[in-house]
């Protein structure tokens, strides 16, 4: 297809995963962006400009923004030195915690260049986060319960540890005090309760079948509220994973969550 003089180059990390292969269809439509590259993790196909080594990718493809859909801890390397050569990452991947979120902030702030750190590229994720962070500062107890597809290689989800620690944030920045989380006296079983992330229940669920679910339940005297966001599909990632890019291309500072961008 015809590209404007000044689209986007674009480079995809984990580009035949299931996400790196559907972001690549999006981008070859996206009238403001050229996909110029994919990094892969053996056998490259120079036909559809794969490359194995990240340099070789950086050098030979010259992309402005790297999308990452690889695994953690690969991603954090990738990210890195995609900020250290003066690309600029978009995040996609799951398993960083905050130690690894200060560390990608930090190289930042040293290289003078943007990044974006995504747990969700769903616009409707993004909202239900926020509409939580909203209802936390009324209720005293809440838990998450996540689903996601059997393969999926880490729990909790990314999406599901971002909302515990925005909801607790929203706490305290409301002076409410913490979430109260009412002890078990007798666990007949561990991990019952699942996990916990700033005191706030976390519940991981792996099926077949499923792409994303994430219900906030959050309880109170005589009522409980239930905010919940389903994707049926990873195309319902892709208008936020583009909203990333071109928000990403002249970035100077380290953005976390796709919040702020809408």
């Known amino acids: ?102 560390d990608l902030r930090a190289a930042c702030e040293r290289e003078t260049i943007g990044c974006i750190f995504v747990p969700n590229f769903g616009v409707g994720a993004v909202l239900m986060m926020k509409y939580a ?35 607790a944030a929203a706490r305290s920045a ?14 007949k079983m561990d991990g019952a309760r699942g996990a916990e992330v700033d005191g706030i229940g976390i519940h991981s669920l792996r099926l077949p079948g499923v792409v994303t679910h994430q219900e906030v339940l959050f309880g109170g005297d005589g009522e409980t509220l239930r905010i919940t966001h389903d994707s049926t599909s990873r195309t319902s990632f892709m208008p936020g994973m583009l909203l990333a890019i071109r928000a990403a291309r ?3 500072t380290f953005v976390d969550g796709l919040e702020s961008l809408l």
């Open 133 to 167: 962070a909203d209802a936390a500062r009324h209720y005293d107890a809440v838990e998450i319960i996540e689903m996601h597809e059997a393969g999926k290689k880490d729990a909790p989800s990314g999406t599901s540890t971002a909302t515990a620690r925005r909801l």
């Open 1 to 102: 297809m015809r590209m404007t003089p000044s689209a986007i180059r674009v480079a995809v990390a984990g580009a035949r995963g299931k996400m790196g292969t559907i972001a690549i269809a999006a981008l070859n439509t996206a009238a403001d962006m050229s996909y110029v590259g994919g990094l892969v993790r053996s056998d490259p196909n120079a036909e559809r400009s794969e490359f194995r080594d990240l340099d070789e990718l950086l050098t030979s493809a010259r992309p402005e923004v790297l999308v990452d859909f690889t695994h953690f801890p690969d991603s954090k390397k990738i990210a890195l030195a995609c900020i250290a050569s003066g690309v600029r990452p978009v995040i996609g991947t799951s398993g960083y915690v905050s130690d690894d979120v200060e």
């Open 250 to 252: 002249d970035l100077t």
């Open 174 to 187: 409301a002076s409410v005090g913490p979430f109260r989380r009412p002890k078990t006296a007798l666990m």
